[in-house]
Nanobody, 127 residues
Framework: VQLQASGGGLVQAGGSLKLSCAAS??????????LGWFRQAPGKEREFVTS????????YYSDSVKGRFTVSRDNDKKMVYLQMESPKPEDTAVYYC???????????????????WGQGTQVTVSS
């Protein structure tokens, strides 16, 4: 599975930004993938942001983005999205999408659980 993240850029604090991640590649079933977003700020380790399971009703968020960010998926388009509302300067980071095949009852939330990774897209939030 190849993942291509896009949509990053410069946004003012309190604005909004939507990241997209497109999946492609070898034979797989997109609907069997759980998908996640992680981010890495300069000088910091990569951290979990959000994930969405095979069922779109299964979503998890880090405390730092809960209530401001929303993850969604479109199985027909093989896309996963991250809607960022009211971003803060501390949200500035390179954002990565990730994926792995999972059972329907499990949605990974840790970096080690994900097998496929995109190249990252830079998000810069100005104050």
């Amino acid at each position: 599975v190849q993942l291509q993240a896009s949509g990053g850029g410069l946004v003012q604090a309190g604005g909004s930004l939507k990241l997209s991640c497109a999946a492609s590649g070898r034979t797989y079933t997109f609907s069997r993938l759980s998908l996640g977003w992680f981010r890495q700020a300069p000088g910091k380790e990569r951290e979990f942001v959000t994930s969405i399971g095979r069922s779109s009703s299964s979503t998890y968020y880090s405390d730092s983005v809960k209530g401001r960010f929303t993850v969604s998926r479109d199985n027909d388009k093989k896309m996963v999205y991250l809607q960022m509302e009211s971003p803060k300067p501390e949200d500035t980071a390179v954002y990565y999408c990730a994926a792995r095949e999972t059972i329907i009852t499990h949605t990974p939330t840790t970096e080690d659980e994900y097998r496929y990774w995109g190249q990252g897209t830079q998000v810069t939030v100005s104050s």
